[in-house]
């Protein structure tokens, strides 16, 4: 016998088969039962979730006799009587099904209507279903307009569609409408273990919860998906046993280390080894613009995990894209991930466009490494006395030394002499993940020239330490020590912004028009514009 795919083999066929549309059944359970049937009906949704399953489901139920063929309308059809069987085998002539898709134009609708005052031949109700009926011309959906108001009683509507908005509000307003919702994917999942069950085909949890969440809410998706998933896993006459490393592999949610490392590369400042990861990449076959793709989806996903660290649960993530995720989290401020988005997504069409896509991708690159660098202009005035500071004492420092000596001497940076100053350098030097740590992370405990005590997290790398002390002896031409102390310390410089802004917000509201303005608006307040 041919193969049906599951798509066809498991579609519903009654209003307990659908799965995740509980408003509608309810609804629609009701109406029959209490007599009050609409004569016409608008399914609505994404591809996938039911609706001209529905339309026929809607069919057999108005047009069902029974076994014993003395039955009405039904929530629950027999599936046995003629009716049931014909609708099911899509023969019966009572029932007309037509694609808008192709057939759109005034004379197609004129045709159906044509046939509208006939009487059923055999079924209760003739019924019309026009699937993506959005397609229709408007001057075919002018002709339906009052055979759709004032139907004769033996007729029903029932149109699907996916695109809703595109419908003319005058056949809106004449229709029932119904808007199936995407299938959340733990139900999803557990409909994708039964069917597998019944196939005798044994499947992780985690790959049934894969599938499910690369359907993204469409039944059909999700059963195309495990069709071929089986076939993947098939080994010659044995059952097959799908995997979620198998499941992950196939649609294509697999290790995106390369992204990542150089995406870590790019921050830190070390362009030419940016550069290199990327020719790498290049020759390997990857294309730019897919290269950008993913580097705005992993920038994504590192900014959810910032603000959502649940995103980590994602089952479509693997281990190393958990990790590596969670580490630039940790390490990058909002502002430089909004930044980087930013210029990610306005990169993709210079890539797309250019002449040299890889150059244009090259040149992106070098924009993001120097421009995540720059400081915000809260930034540039809270650090304005500081930079000033240190470039006037290497104004002195140069013109103070001796002019004989000036060809040996090696330029260095003035010794910091407090917490900001020192922070300031690694914003200097762009070293953007060092400069983002120490602003987000570190309470300073004691400082003195040389010598640095704080209180640091047990999320910061065992490293950090060394890696901050190595950066400013060799910038200062001094050796630095950095202590850990147990004390908590002052609170972290992106603390003392944000508190900083808060004081400012709360001083502005007590100024008489500002107060008289809030007064005059209930429920505003004042936000920092930037």
Not at 488 to 499: K, P, R, V, W, Y
């Amino acid at each position: 016998m041919e193969y049906r795919v599951l798509a066809r083999k498991y579609r519903p066929t009654s209003f307990a088969d659908l799965i995740g549309q509980e408003a509608l059944v309810h609804t629609l359970s009701n109406a029959i039962a209490s007599g009050r049937i609409a004569h016409a009906f608008l399914l609505t949704g994404i591809r996938g979730v039911g609706k001209t399953t529905t339309a026929r489901i809607i069919a057999r139920a108005l047009n069902c006799i029974g076994a014993d063929g003395q039955g009405g309308p039904t929530i629950h059809p027999c599936g046995v009587c003629p009716n049931c069987t014909m609708i099911a085998e899509d023969r019966h002539v009572d029932v007309l099904e037509m694609d808008a898709a192709s057939h759109t134009g005034v004379g197609d609708i004129r045709e159906l209507i044509d046939t509208v005052r006939y009487l059923p031949s055999s079924a209760r109700y003739k019924i019309y279903i026009i699937d993506e009926v959005h397609m229709l011309s408007s001057s075919a959906f002018n002709a339906l307009l009052k055979t759709l108001e004032e139907p004769p009683p033996h007729v029903k509507f029932i149109f699907a569609t996916t695109e809703s908005r595109k419908i003319p509000v005058t056949i809106l307003s004449r229709c029932q409408r119904f808007d199936l919702k995407r299938v959340d994917a733990d139900t999803l999942g557990g409909h994708i273990t039964g069917i597998c069950a019944k196939e005798n085909v044994a499947i992780e949890d985690e790959a049934a919860k894969l599938i499910a969440v690369a359907a993204e809410g469409s039944v059909r998706d999700a059963l195309s998906l495990l069709d071929q998933a089986i076939a993947r896993a098939s080994n010659g006459g044995a059952a097959a046993q799908i995997s979620a490393d198998g499941v992950r592999r196939m649609i294509g949610a697999g290790d995106n280390s390369a992204t990542f490392r150089l995406l870590e590369t790019l921050l830190g400042g070390d362009v030419a080894k940016a550069l290199e990861l990327l020719q790498a990449q290049y020759y390997a076959g990857s294309d730019p613009l897919m290269t950008v793709q993913d580097c705005l989806e992993m920038a994504h996903l590192v900014t959810r995990v910032k603000v959502a660290p649940q995103a980590l649960t994602d089952v479509a993530l693997s281990q190393s894209d958990r990790e590596n995720a969670k580490a630039l989290a940790d390490k990058l401020s909002m502002p430089v991930l909004t930044k980087l988005w930013q210029m990610l997504l306005k990169g993709i069409q210079e890539v797309r466009f250019a002449p040299s896509p890889i150059a244009a991708l090259e040149m992106l690159l070098v924009r993001i490494a120097y421009s995540a660098q720059l400081p915000t202009p809260a930034e540039i005035i809270r650090n304005g006395a500081a930079v000033s500071s240190v470039a006037k004492a290497s104004v002195i420092k140069e013109t103070t030394a001796p002019a004989a000596a000036k060809p040996n001497l090696q330029l260095v940076d003035p010794q910091p002499q407090n917490f900001e100053e020192l922070v300031a350098l690694f914003e200097k030097h762009r070293e953007a993940l060092l400069y983002s740590q120490l602003r987000q992370e570190i309470r300073p405990v004691a400082f003195s020239v040389g010598q640095l005590e704080w209180h640091i997290p047990a999320t910061l790398p065992r490293d950090f330490p060394a890696r901050v002390s190595e950066c400013l002896t060799r910038w200062t031409g001094q050796p630095w020590k950095i202590l850990r102390s147990d004390q908590q310390g002052d609170a972290t410089m992106h603390e003392q912004e944000l508190a900083r802004k808060q004081q400012q917000i709360t001083q502005a509201s007590t100024h008489p028009l500002v107060a008289s303005m809030l007064d005059q608006f209930p429920g505003a307040k004042l936000v920092e514009v930037t």
